[in-house]
């Protein structure tokens, strides 16, 4: 479910990471710099990236 254009133009690879009565929550796993081995600035600042599914899943708990 993007919710946010890619800033790079084209998405990482999807990850559903949970699913409820609105349907699946997916998530982009980003992309990773070569000469660093982690994750792209732009990536991480994304909320569509999987490191911002747990406040996602979170909140979606919370309003039960």
Not at 17 to 45: K, M, N, R, V
Request: hydrophobic share 30%; charged share 30%.
């Amino acid at each position: 479910m993007a919710t946010v254009k890619c800033v790079l133009k084209k998405r990482g690879r999807p990850s559903t990471e949970w699913t409820d009565e609105q349907g699946d929550h997916i998530f982009c796993c980003g992309y990773i710099d070569a000469s660093t081995e982690s994750l792209l600035p732009e990536c991480w600042e994304c909320p569509d990236n999987v490191n911002k599914a747990q406040y996602g899943m979170d909140g979606w708990k919370a309003g039960k």
